[in-house]
């Protein structure tokens, strides 16, 4: 019932395309693939980093920072005990950055009353600061970074390498066909040095294939088509876009583009990263890790 | 400035001879409606999903499955945003007035993907009544005439700065228009001026909400959500359309020892920094006077730690009665989600048949991949079903049909291969009950999800993890039998270039026996709503919302935005 089924990617392998492909691996996709968009609801840390504050959405008026140093010092001696250093909780008391009662104060308005009063029936008791030492506070508090993801921190790329290399080697000539397209004769018999582990396992999934919403990357390699009209003529090149109801072919011979309806013409596309694709409905996490340690070894 | 000011009054005096001229008009014909409910009406469009019911489905059958072939432009109108429309200036074309306001100084420049720099793109619900078109985008409210797209007045709000994604849409009460800001007010414009008649804050800015969800308004009930990206807990509010004071808050967890929920969440502190924002518009039942509406994540969002347990009301259906803000019922469509599935999509309220017999349903496709029916009196769940294509995150469906996940499918440091962001998302659903099917656009997206976090105490809203190996397989346009919850046909698109277009910009189905989408965002295409075969398109670039339906004079506009632009079809005459 597929609409498009007939112009369905193909799943055939292409041997020529894939032989050029082989020899740049994975198209050279060291660094993250760029994602053009990421229309996902109410956020979207970035590509391939942790989240990182986007603080710039909800500016707060900027802090005095000879108050914000004297608030820091106030505070790791009064406070860091139970809020922890970073204030983002400890042992006896909660996160700070979170708290509404932070987070809406101004100047130390309503931080002053819970440090003055104390919240005795939740163990904390009160302190004897001036207005001006609150002050000096909020503004140490306000001066931390919130942005919407919280405060990122840099992945470990030792921490992927958690897989068996050598069950991943037994994959890449086994079961996981690898070896159909890729050679570690060719650039991956360096690949290891060449990739960190983290690039190496987001490529084994996308192969840089598209965005996260699907749109092709302009670094992939590029589909073919072959357009076969009514009249019989054939026409083949690269696919530059398609749709339900037009597709637009690079070739040498220039860029033509096709209706769909109306004469209606037969397609044959093939993917050169299809395999990837495939996958990926069916990959288990295991397979990856032990691949990626296999081919992080390839230095 | 004489210009400015005669169109409005024009169109006064146009208004004034409208229902002398409306009633000389041809009937439209008008398909009987099987599931008959919240005296939807026949020819306007005056909420969010034309009526409350979630439907989006008008009963107009003048564009139907015979004639659609033929249908043709009828106007264009360009929207355009800022503190000036006309830009200015001697040879400045002459501009509709534009009204100012907003509590910033000066408009703060958001960053991001959808600035509040961004070109101006309409994607929520545009508003049709009375031959008027309210039309908005973030920041931006616009009354068109809705039989030439000719621009009558603009409001431009000053934003303190919020998450830009999409403002989507309006409500209307009378002359009485309600916007949300991203920065957290709810502003109330007089709907035959744009002239501001109050704006109230609704949520706290400082702690990092923002406001773009549609206004419903209830009786005397403006209808109110925010989204957050932080640890603050989930809230709706009703405030009053005349005075704009607030008439009640309901939290979507629990914000006190010995409330319902409070033994989901292992303290009161992790509840009440639980998320769950209400932050997409649901629907009404005017027979028991609930609002049913969807919650978003738990917070901190990945990370399972230090919220252990189901982490109530987050991730439900809530039903919630409108006088007093108390919650009837709830059901749980992903118990402790762990990554970010986000239940907030519209719910649909179908009357219809159900195992034999006759029943209030409401029906909602969930970003985990699921499809639910509820009774929406009760809340009893009838029915799960997966429109997924995979679910490796799950572990087992349980007794009261919740998907239960996996943990081994949760972000690891490793990186755990996972469906990146969802299936389904805002952008609304439509049900037809001429077909009884219950159609949705979805997206096969896959990456990596790495934890990241190294400290104990765990991660604070969507932090503790990085991504990496994002990709798609493709989008789909669904045609779900709510009886069965099965998959009855589906559609493929290939992504365009267009972002919006994989996730789907909302749909529309009629009476004449149609389904409105766009494909990849290029096109607007009619479907046969029974096949699934396309029957019409029109190529416009970039379609950023659901495509609408009203009629005037005896002529049946379909209206869609891309964008800055609004397009509008008929058939001529």
Same mark, same amino acid.
């Given at each position: 019932?597929?609409?498009?089924?007939?112009?369905?990617?193909?799943?055939?392998?292409?041997?020529?395309?894939?032989?050029?492909?082989?020899?740049?691996?994975?198209?050279?996709?060291?660094?993250?693939?760029?994602?053009?968009?990421?229309?996902?609801?109410?956020?979207?840390?970035?590509?391939?980093?942790?989240?990182?504050?986007?603080?710039?959405?909800?500016?707060?008026?900027?802090?005095?920072?000879?108050?914000?140093?004297?608030?820091?010092?106030?505070?790791?001696?009064?406070?860091?005990?139970?809020?922890?250093?970073?204030?983002r909780?400890?042992?006896?008391?909660?996160?700070?950055?979170?708290?509404?009662?932070?987070?809406?104060?101004?100047q130390?308005?309503?931080?002053?009353?819970?440090?003055?009063?104390?919240?005795?029936?939740?163990?904390?008791?009160?302190?004897d600061?001036?207005?001006?030492?609150?002050?000096?506070?909020?503004?140490?508090?306000?001066?931390?970074?919130?942005?919407?993801?919280?405060?990122?921190?840099?992945? +470990?790329?030792?921490?992927?390498?958690?897989?068996?290399?050598?069950?991943?080697?037994?994959?890449?000539?086994?079961?996981?066909?690898?070896?159909?397209?890729?050679?570690?004769?060719?650039?991956?018999?360096?690949?290891?040095?060449?990739?960190?582990?983290?690039?190496?396992?987001?490529?084994?999934? $996308?192969?840089g294939?598209t965005?996260?919403?699907?749109?092709?990357?302009?670094?992939?390699?590029?589909?073919?088509?072959?357009?076969?009209?009514?009249?019989?003529?054939?026409?083949?090149?690269?696919?530059?876009?398609?749709?339900?109801?037009?597709?637009?072919?690079?070739?040498?011979?220039?860029?033509?583009?096709?209706?769909? +309806?109306?004469?209606?013409?037969?397609?044959?596309?093939?993917?050169?990263?299809?395999?990837?694709?495939?996958?990926?409905?069916?990959?288990?996490?295991?397979?990856?890790h032990?691949?990626?340690?296999?081919?992080?070894?390839q230095k | 400035?004489?210009?400015?000011?005669?169109r409005?009054?024009?169109?006064?005096?146009?208004?004034?001879?409208?229902?002398?001229?409306?009633?000389?008009?041809?009937?439209?014909?008008?398909?009987?409606?099987?599931?008959?409910?919240?005296?939807a009406?026949t020819?306007s469009?005056?909420?969010y $999903?034309?009526?409350?019911?979630?439907r989006r489905?008008s009963?107009?059958?003048?564009? &139907?499955?015979?004639?659609?072939?033929?249908?043709?432009?009828?106007?264009?109108?360009?929207?355009v945003g800022?503190?000036?429309?006309?830009?200015?200036?001697?040879?400045?074309?002459?501009?509709?007035?534009?009204?100012?306001?907003?509590?910033?100084? %000066?408009?703060?420049?958001?960053?991001?993907?959808?600035?509040?720099?961004?070109?101006?793109?309409?994607?929520?619900?545009?508003? %049709?009544? &009375?031959?008027?078109?309210?039309?908005?985008?973030?920041? &931006?409210?616009?009354?068109?005439?809705?039989?030439?797209?000719?621009?009558?007045?603009?409001?431009?709000?000053?934003?303190?700065?919020?998450?830009?994604?999409?403002?989507?849409?309006?409500?209307?009460?009378?002359?009485w228009?309600?916007?949300?800001?991203?920065?957290?007010y709810?502003? $109330?414009?007089?709907?035959?001026?744009?002239?501001?008649?109050?704006?109230?804050?609704?949520a706290?800015?400082? %702690?990092?909400f923002?406001?773009?969800?549609?206004?419903?308004?209830?009786?005397?009930?403006v209808?109110v959500?925010?989204?957050? +990206?932080?640890?603050?807990?989930?809230?709706?509010?009703?405030?009053?359309?005349d005075?704009g004071?607030?008439?009640?808050t309901?939290?979507?967890v629990?914000?006190n020892?010995?409330?319902?929920?409070?033994?989901?969440?292992? $303290?009161?502190?992790?509840?009440?920094?639980?998320?769950?924002?209400?932050?997409?518009?649901?629907?009404?039942?005017?027979?028991?006077?609930?609002?049913?509406?969807?919650?978003?994540?738990?917070?901190?969002?990945?990370?399972?730690?230090?919220?252990?347990?189901?982490?109530?009301?987050?991730?439900?259906?809530?039903?919630?009665?409108?006088?007093?803000?108390?919650?009837?019922?709830?059901?749980?469509?992903?118990?402790?989600?762990?990554?970010?599935?986000?239940?907030?999509?519209?719910?649909?309220?179908?009357?219809?048949?159900?195992?034999?017999?006759?029943?209030?349903?409401?029906?909602?496709a969930?970003?985990?991949?699921?499809?639910?029916?509820?009774?929406?009196?009760?809340?009893e769940?009838?029915?799960?079903?997966?429109?997924?294509?995979?679910?490796?995150?799950?572990?087992?469906?349980?007794?009261?049909?919740?998907?239960?996940?996996?943990p081994?499918k949760?972000?690891?440091?490793?990186?755990?291969?996972v469906?990146?962001?969802?299936?389904?998302?805002?952008?609304?659903?439509?049900?037809?009950?001429?077909?009884?099917?219950?159609?949705?656009?979805?997206? %096969?997206?896959?990456?990596?999800?790495?934890?990241?976090?190294?400290?104990?105490r765990?991660?604070?809203?969507?932090?503790?993890?990085?991504r990496?190996g994002?990709?798609?397989?493709?989008?789909?346009?669904?045609?779900?039998?709510?009886?069965?919850?099965?998959?009855?046909?589906?559609?493929?698109?290939?992504?365009?270039?267009?972002?919006?277009?994989?996730?789907?910009?909302?749909?529309l189905?009629?009476?004449?026996?149609?389904?409105?989408?766009?494909?990849?965002?290029?096109?607007?295409?009619?479907?046969?709503?029974?096949?699934?075969?396309?029957?019409?398109?029109?190529?416009?670039?970039?379609?950023s919302?659901?495509?609408?339906?009203?009629?005037?004079d005896?002529?049946?506009?379909?209206?869609?935005?891309?964008?800055?632009?609004?397009?509008?079809?008929?058939?001529?005459?």
């Amino acid at each position: 019932m597929l609409w498009r089924a007939a112009a369905r990617v193909s799943g055939a392998m292409a041997i020529s395309v894939l032989a050029l492909v082989a020899t740049p691996p994975v198209n050279a996709a060291g660094a993250a693939p760029p994602t053009t968009a990421d229309a996902r609801s109410e956020a979207a840390p970035a590509a391939n980093l942790p989240a990182t504050p986007a603080s710039d959405d909800f500016p707060r008026p900027p802090s005095d920072p000879a108050a914000t140093a004297r608030g820091k010092q106030i505070f790791s001696v009064n406070c860091a005990f139970c809020h922890g250093s970073d204030a983002r909780g400890g042992e006896g008391g909660p996160n700070l950055l979170r708290s509404p009662f932070v987070l809406n104060d101004q100047q130390g308005n309503l931080i002053a009353t819970v440090v003055r009063t104390g919240r005795v029936e939740k163990g904390m008791p009160k302190f004897d600061l001036s207005l001006d030492s609150i002050a000096d506070i909020a503004a140490y508090l306000h001066s931390i970074p919130l942005g919407r993801g919280g405060a990122g921190q840099p992945l +470990d790329p030792k921490a992927i390498l958690v897989g068996d290399a050598a069950a991943g080697r037994t994959y890449f000539f086994g079961q996981g066909h690898c070896a159909r397209c890729h050679s570690l004769r060719g650039q991956f018999a360096h690949i290891g040095s060449m990739f960190d582990p983290k690039a190496l396992q987001d490529n084994i999934v $996308s192969a840089g294939a598209t965005t996260l919403l699907g749109a092709p990357l302009p670094t992939a390699p590029p589909r073919t088509v072959t357009v076969t009209l009514a009249s019989g003529e054939v026409f083949s090149g690269t696919l530059d876009s398609i749709d339900e109801f037009s597709l637009t072919v690079n070739s040498a011979a220039g860029r033509r583009t096709f209706l769909r +309806d109306g004469d209606n013409p037969r397609l044959e596309i093939k993917n050169p990263l299809q395999a990837h694709l495939d996958m990926l409905r069916n990959w288990n996490d295991r397979d990856l890790h032990n691949l990626t340690a296999f081919l992080a070894g390839q230095k | 400035m004489s210009t400015r000011q005669f169109r409005p009054r024009s169109l006064l005096f146009l208004a004034l001879c409208l229902p002398a001229l409306a009633s000389a008009q041809i009937q439209l014909a008008v398909a009987p409606d099987a599931g008959a409910q919240n005296s939807a009406t026949t020819d306007s469009w005056p909420t969010y $999903s034309g009526d409350n019911s979630g439907r989006r489905f008008s009963k107009l059958t003048q564009i &139907n499955r015979s004639n659609v072939k033929a249908l043709t432009l009828a106007w264009t109108s360009r929207l355009v945003g800022g503190p000036a429309s006309n830009g200015g200036g001697l040879l400045a074309p002459s501009g509709p007035p534009t009204i100012v306001g907003g509590e910033a100084a %000066e408009a703060v420049v958001t960053g991001g993907l959808f600035s509040s720099a961004a070109p101006i793109s309409v994607r929520g619900a545009i508003l %049709e009544s &009375n031959g008027v078109l309210y039309a908005s985008a973030p920041d &931006n409210a616009w009354a068109v005439d809705a039989r030439t797209g000719v621009v009558i007045w603009h409001y431009y709000w000053k934003t303190k700065g919020g998450t830009h994604t999409a403002n989507k849409g309006m409500g209307l009460y009378g002359d009485w228009l309600f916007m949300e800001t991203a920065d957290d007010y709810l502003v $109330s414009l007089d709907a035959r001026t744009g002239k501001e008649r109050w704006h109230k804050e609704t949520a706290s800015f400082s %702690e990092q909400f923002f406001s773009e969800a549609a206004p419903m308004v209830i009786g005397r009930h403006v209808l109110v959500g925010a989204g957050n +990206d932080t640890d603050e807990a989930g809230a709706l509010r009703s405030f009053d359309p005349d005075s704009g004071e607030l008439q009640w808050t309901m939290h979507s967890v629990p914000m006190n020892e010995g409330d319902l929920g409070r033994s989901s969440w292992p $303290s009161l502190d992790a509840a009440r920094h639980g998320g769950g924002n209400v932050w997409v518009t649901g629907a009404y039942d005017p027979e028991t006077h609930l609002y049913i509406v969807g919650t978003g994540n738990p917070s901190p969002a990945y990370v399972p730690g230090g919220r252990d347990g189901d982490n109530l009301f987050t991730c439900s259906l809530l039903g919630v009665d409108v006088e007093t803000g108390r919650m009837a019922w709830y059901y749980q469509t992903s118990p402790h989600d762990t990554h970010d599935w986000d239940s907030a999509q519209t719910p649909v309220l179908v009357d219809g048949e159900f195992a034999g017999r006759p029943r209030k349903l409401v029906l909602q496709a969930t970003r985990n991949g699921y499809f639910f029916v509820l009774d929406r009196i009760t809340g009893e769940h009838l029915l799960t079903s997966s429109f997924a294509k995979w679910n490796k995150w799950v572990k087992e469906i349980n007794t009261t049909g919740q998907p239960v996940r996996d943990p081994t499918k949760d972000a690891s440091a490793d990186g755990t291969l996972v469906s990146l962001d969802g299936w389904t998302n805002w952008p609304p659903p439509t049900f037809s009950p001429q077909t009884g099917l219950f159609y949705i656009r979805d997206l %096969e997206s896959y990456g990596l999800l790495y934890y990241t976090e190294k400290d104990p105490r765990g991660a604070m809203g969507l932090g503790g993890v990085a991504r990496g190996g994002q990709v798609a397989l493709g989008s789909n346009l669904e045609a779900i039998d709510y009886k069965t919850g099965k998959v009855v046909w589906e559609r493929s698109f290939e992504p365009g270039e267009g972002i919006l277009g994989a996730l789907g910009t909302g749909l529309l189905s009629t009476g004449g026996g149609l389904l409105f989408a766009a494909d990849s965002g290029e096109n607007l295409v009619a479907f046969d709503a029974q096949s699934g075969a396309p029957l019409w398109h029109s190529r416009l670039h970039g379609v950023s919302n659901a495509a609408e339906t009203y009629a005037l004079d005896g002529q049946q506009y379909v209206i869609v935005a891309a964008g800055d632009m609004i397009y509008a079809f008929y058939l001529y005459k």
